[in-house]
């Protein structure tokens, strides 16, 4: 399922990475950063690509209720998760939706740092890696929304932009 996708563990390399980098060797905050960075960028990657428009209500309904059995977060601690990754959800959003400034890959990365408690004023290997950490999350979620929800089948003949007077 999808979610499942987005609720795989970062890869240890990553997490000691950015432990050692952005979190001053804490190791569980860089892990807990790279999966909410995963997560939001999976219910991002819904809200946009998804075929149906009921995706991302369905997707984000199911990172809820993954967020009260994730074992990795105490009971009395779900509801702390839950506002944390929505902080890290809008700010991802608008990171991505940004069309001046630095590069996308660039203001991910920041944001990445931003939250890890990181240094991200400038345009380092570490933000460039982490701008390029996230790309690959984001396209790891576009490929498994596709296997969970499908493709995209468009007519042929008929340019996507010509769907909507098409259908009326």
């Given amino acids: 399922m999808f979610v499942d996708a987005l609720f795989r563990e970062p890869e240890l390399s990553d997490v000691e990475w950015l432990s050692q980098t952005a979190t001053r060797n804490d190791v569980d905050h860089a892990r807990w950063e790279l999966r909410y960075a995963r997560r939001a960028l999976g219910l991002i990657a819904a809200q946009r690509d998804a075929l149906d428009d009921r995706t991302a209500s369905i ?6 209720e993954a967020f009260g059995r994730d074992q990795n ?3 009395r601690m779900v509801d702390t998760s839950e506002r944390q990754f929505n902080a890290r959800l809008s700010a991802y959003r608008d990171g991505l939706a940004a069309k001046a400034g630095a590069p996308t890959a660039i203001r991910m990365g ?12 400038k345009q380092d290997a570490n933000i460039v890696r982490a701008g390029e950490l996230l790309g690959t999350y984001l396209a790891e979620a576009n ?23 098409h259908d009326a």
């Fill in 110 to 121: 920041q944001t990445l740092f931003a939250f890890a408690g990181g240094s991200f004023n």
């Fill in 59 to 64: 997707v984000a309904r199911a990172i809820s």
């Fill in 143 to 165: 490929e498994a929304l596709r296997k969970s929800f499908g493709l995209p089948v468009l007519p042929e003949l008929i340019a996507p932009s010509a769907l909507a007077s």
């Fill in 73 to 75: 977060i105490a009971a």
